[in-house]
T-cell receptor
Framework: KAGVTQTPRYLIKTRGQQVTLSCSPISGHRSVSWYQQTPGQGLQFLFEYFSETQRNKGNFPGRFSGRQFSNSRSEMNVSTLELGDSALYLC?????????????????FGPGTRLTVL | AQSVTQLDSHVSVSEGTPVLLRCNYSSSYSPSLFWYVQHPNKGLQLLLKYTSAATLVKGINGFEAEFKKSETSFHLTKPSAHMSDAAEYFCVVTSGGFKTIFGAGTRLFVKA
């Protein structure tokens, strides 16, 4: 079974631009979560989607948004990029039910997208 | 509210000696706790998880962790370190729904 894939793997943008990152979960996984990893802040939860609905979100500004498609693939968008948005963005998928949560299910992580903002 | 604290940012051990990575948590609900490992330029991989079953949890590659409610701890141990264990380790807590909180990480160095 193929793992979680993320595209692109590396991205360089300039301040003020916007960016869209893509994540394809493991087949059959309906939950997709996004995380930002930086040396200073560590791993921080951005949001989680299940069946095309955002179930929960972390403490990030509205410039960070996402969506999930009917095939469970997910995209994350960051608008008006700032230098501080440079990070590794990780996507994770999980086999969880509509009434379930991330509490009991392992999350499978993709390799990440390394975003550099100049 | 929930939080997780990894007490050591770096741990250095010699190959063949025991490993102890410390994690304390805080949670308003019964937590689920996980340990993940991240090797350089690779994604995160689950080592083990605690979800209110047995308090001593065995994971992959010889790692295990013990859930101690009275101490709010979930320390990761391994009897004998191997060079391939050198990586960054994250303690993770989820509770009361869908939010996941990662610890700051502990970088494990293994000396030959």
């Amino acid at each position: 079974k193929a793992g979680v894939t993320q595209t692109p793997r590396y991205l360089i943008k300039t301040r003020g631009q916007q960016v869209t990152l893509s994540c394809s979960p493991i087949s059959g996984h309906r939950s997709v979560s996004w995380y930002q990893q930086t040396p200073g802040q560590g791993l921080q939860f951005l949001f989680e989607y299940f069946s095309e609905t955002q179930r929960n979100k972390g403490n990030f500004p509205g410039r960070f948004s996402g969506r999930q498609f009917s095939n469970s693939r997910s995209e994350m968008n960051v608008s008006t990029l700032e230098l501080g948005d440079s990070a590794l963005y990780l996507c994770a998928s999980s086999l969880t039910s509509a009434s379930g949560s991330l509490s009991y299910n392992e999350q499978f992580f993709g390799p990440g997208t390394r975003l550099t903002v100049l | 509210a929930q939080s997780v604290t990894q007490l050591d940012s770096h741990v250095s051990v010699s190959e063949g000696t025991p490993v102890l990575l410390r994690c304390n948590y805080s949670s308003s609900y019964s937590p689920s706790l996980f340990w993940y490992v991240q090797h350089p330029n690779k994604g995160l991989q689950l080592l083990l998880k605690y979800t209110s079953a047995a308090t001593l949890v065995k994971g992959i590659n010889g790692f295990e962790a013990e859930f101690k409610k009275s101490e709010t701890s979930f320390h990761l141990t391994k009897p004998s370190a191997h060079m391939s264990d050198a990586a960054e380790y994250f303690c993770v807590v989820t509770s009361g729904g869908f939010k996941t909180i990662f610890g700051a990480g502990t970088r494990l160095f293994v000396k030959a």
